[in-house]
């Protein structure tokens, strides 16, 4: 399965910033789709993921509340990130895999090539 990620940057503490994961073909009901993030020196840590038939979602205990996972259509899913704090500076990697949770990069099926994120103060 090919991820793109986008809508990366670099913004200030407080900010918000939306990335997006797409396919280019669909994104299947048995599938659960979630973002990865690895900061400088760090391992890759979960962050959000969606079972796509269902539509459930969970997050991170240092994201919940403040960034939102949802599904932009059939083909994309999306990352809204708001409050961001300079611990949230990562590389952020989209990923699919068909585990009902998916938080354990070891049972991700697909990486996206990731999109950097700078939270500067």
């Known amino acids: 399965v090919t991820l793109v990620e986008s809508g990366g940057g670099e913004v200030q503490v407080g900010d918000s910033l939306r990335l997006s994961c797409e396919t280019p073909?669909?994104?299947?009901?048995?599938?659960?789709m979630a973002w990865f993030r690895q900061a400088p020196g760090k391992e890759r840590h979960f962050v959000a993921g969606?079972?796509?038939?269902?539509?459930?979602t969970y997050y991170a205990d240092d994201v919940k509340g403040r960034f939102t996972i949802s599904r932009d259509g059939a083909k994309t899913v999306a990352l809204q990130m708001n409050s961001l704090n300079a611990e949230d500076t990562a590389v952020y990697y989209c990923a699919q895999g068909t585990q009902y949770t998916l938080t354990d990069p070891r049972d991700v099926t697909s990486w996206g090539q990731g999109t950097r994120v700078i939270v500067s103060s």
């Open positions: 969606i079972r796509w038939g269902f539509q459930n």
């Open positions: 073909g669909r994104i299947f009901s048995s599938w659960t």
